[in-house]
């Protein structure tokens, strides 16, 4: 009994370790679209601010996405900011000239060991390449985690990472382009975890013996 609780606190423990190594940026899920598309990701906040609650979590929509639409996520409450659009848009009903700006969502709680998604619906523009967005976190000592970093032209990106939607021309492996990305990270995730739980293991097994 002592040896299979010390071993599954062990293996859980590995288990927070890989998972908190993996998901350490604000990241979309699905985070691989076709351009043009409807799509529905999930921004993930996956920690607050040195050992901090988040309790504010503010999305800015790129230019050239559009129809955006936020989930609606009890108990935060989510504001929907319109910002002018640079070229009006003529429809056989009327002028649009202006276009969500910002998303926020505040009055939740999010602990710092446990994550929350932040879901959004919305019209991707005709591209290819990586769609960066930028999130802004606050938590309730008042520090903030700015995700607004994207790479220069060397590749280096500085601050913390915005989150980003990675856009390409459908393939065969990717029909609907939505969830290829994902896939990998998840296979990735399991693999590390996999890993450090047989470390962790073979460490508690050495412990065990020395102890008997
Ligand atoms: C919250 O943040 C401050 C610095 O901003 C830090 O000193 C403190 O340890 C953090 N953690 C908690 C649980 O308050
Ligand atoms: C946008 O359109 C509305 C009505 O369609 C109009 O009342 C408003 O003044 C327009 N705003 C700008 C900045 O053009
Ligand atoms: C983060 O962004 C917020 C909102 O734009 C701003 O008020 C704050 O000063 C920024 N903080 C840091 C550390 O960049
Ligand atoms: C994606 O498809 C469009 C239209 O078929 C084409 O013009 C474009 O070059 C393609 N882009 C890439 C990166 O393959």
Redesign the pocket.
């Known amino acids: 009994m002592k040896f299979a609780a010390t071993v599954s606190a062990i293996v859980a423990s590995a288990v927070l370790l890989a998972s908190s190594v993996v998901e350490a940026h604000v990241t979309t899920n699905p985070s691989a679209a076709t351009p043009g598309s409807y799509f529905q990701t999930n921004f993930r906040v996956p920690h607050g601010?040195?050992?901090?609650t988040t309790d504010y979590v503010r999305v800015e929509i790129p230019k050239g996405v559009s129809s955006v639409k936020p989930r609606a996520l009890y108990p935060w409450k989510t504001e929907i900011e319109m910002v002018a659009l640079e070229t009006p848009i003529t429809t056989p009903t009327g002028t649009i000239n202006s276009t969500v700006g910002f998303v926020t969502w505040s009055g939740g709680l999010i602990p710092d060991n446990m994550y929350e998604d932040f879901g959004l619906q919305m019209k991707l523009p005709q591209m290819t390449g990586n769609l960066y967005w930028s999130v802004y976190q606050r938590c309730i000592?008042g520090?903030w985690q700015n995700w607004t970093g994207v790479p220069d032209a060397a590749g280096k990106t500085s601050g913390f990472p915005a989150a980003v939607i990675a856009i390409a021309n459908a393939t065969t492996n990717n029909a609907g382009g939505s969830s290829g990305g994902d896939k990998a990270s998840a296979a990735h995730g399991v693999f590390q975890t996999l890993n450090l739980g047989h470390l962790a293991l073979a460490g508690a097994s050495a412990l065990l013996m020395a102890i008997l």
Do not use: A, I, P
């Open positions: 601010c040195e050992g901090n000592n520090g």
